[in-house]
């Protein structure tokens, strides 16, 4: 399970909470997102499930190599044309990270590091440069510590003082 906030639906005033979860063990991961219901009179927020959709299917083809996971890390943040997206990395297996917008259409796919990495991705987004939408960081769970940072379609994100990738091993 992973879970991550932002503000996903436009007809909310508040942030929605999008958690992944594995739907089992065939393979199959799914992102509910969350919305506040009501708050009752003693300050507790009730909230409710506005969605729920497949982030990653067993076995599916992204970058010519099937995906193989049993969960996903999510990542909320403007990561889409549209404005905020979700970003979810292979929580184990593949090396793969998926960008979706808030009702699950899949914007962009790819391999973030060599498939025999095989160990999964985790994720975050943060805005490196201060210009336009941010970008996606990943490391993967298993092996060096490689630090890469995307572009929201994959590609990689190139810092333009040093013209050089976000690309290092800690």
Do not use: K
């Not at 508040?14 to 509910?32: L, M, P």
């Not at 379609?153 to 976000?166: C, E, K, R």
């Amino acid at each position: 399970v992973s879970v991550s906030a932002g503000d996903l639906l436009s007809a909310s005033p508040d942030d929605e909470i999008a958690v992944s979860q594995a739907s089992g063990t065939d393979g199959n991961v799914e992102i509910s997102v969350y919305s506040r219901v009501d708050i009752d009179p003693f300050g507790r927020i009730t909230w409710g499930r506005q969605t729920t959709f497949p982030v990653f299917a067993a076995n599916e083809i992204i970058d010519g190599f099937a995906v193989t996971t049993d969960g996903a890390t999510v990542a909320v943040g403007p990561v889409t044309p549209t404005g905020n997206g979700i970003v979810a990395g292979s929580a184990s297996g593949t090396p793969v990270v998926r960008v979706v917008d808030a009702t699950g259409l899949v914007v962009a796919d790819w391999l973030t590091y060599p498939p025999q990495t095989n160990g999964g991705t985790s994720v975050a987004v943060a805005n490196l440069d201060g210009v336009g939408n941010a970008e996606i960081v990943t490391v993967p769970y298993t092996g060096p510590l490689r630090v890469r940072a995307f572009n929201s379609d994959g590609s990689p994100f190139v810092l333009s003082t040093t013209a050089q990738p976000v690309d290092f091993v800690v």
